[in-house]
């Protein structure tokens, strides 16, 4: 939660940070900016005021953002804030970038219960990919309702989201996409003797994924309910 006006403040939909700073996207309110650590009420910065944020990325200097209300991907130069660059993308959500500069995009799908800033209930229909200048690239359709995509140091590309197998599904993304590897027990928590964790990682619901500079997986991940995380 972000911001003071209440004894809740308001939903953060999206987060990024650098060395400096940290991003957040709050519904309505555009990108919110502070120093590391906060500081207080009104320590921070707005920008796209008012434009309904549902993914945000920084890579190289560069952060990149799903503007659902205007259906683009806008990239800024971080240490001025400028836009450097934009393009068109349908119903655009979580974002994240390969090093060649790809950027890579969960599509919202029209069937969910709910728009991405209104609550907890949707998904993605697809991932889309773009060049770094835009141009439309290959798409994943064969993942259901996509939620959270990272890519590891290998470059390839991990997806989870709101399915009944509940793993992280990795993608070899030199050329058209291709499923090389998955992380996780196929059923995620549901498999063995189900509700037990055992050795192996039992997943479910993955709405969130990152990796560290050792290619540790972390998951933020929904047991029984969309609320509980």
Known sequence: YD?????????????????????????????????????????????????????????????????????????????????????????????????????????????????PHEGSVWWGDKTLSFSSTGAPGPAITDFEKPLALTVNQSGQLLVGGLNEHSQVWIYDINGAPAKVGAFGAPGGIFSGTAGAFSNSPKLHWIKAIAVDANDNIYTGCTYGTFWGN
């Open 3 to 115: 911001r003071f006006e209440s004894g809740f403040g308001d939903p953060v939909k999206c987060v990024a940070a650098d060395a400096e700073f940290v991003f957040w996207g709050t519904p309505g309110k555009g990108i919110l900016r502070s120093a590391h650590g906060g500081g207080g009420h009104g320590s921070y910065t707005t920008f796209l005021a008012g434009k309904i944020i549902t993914g945000l990325f920084v890579r190289n200097g560069k952060l990149y953002v799903s503007n659902f209300s205007e259906e683009t991907i806008q990239v800024f130069d971080i240490a001025t804030m400028t836009e450097v660059r934009r393009w068109p993308c349908p119903k655009p959500t979580r974002l994240t970038v390969d090093p060649a500069g790809n950027v890579w995009v969960i599509r919202w799908d029209v069937a969910s219960t709910q728009k």
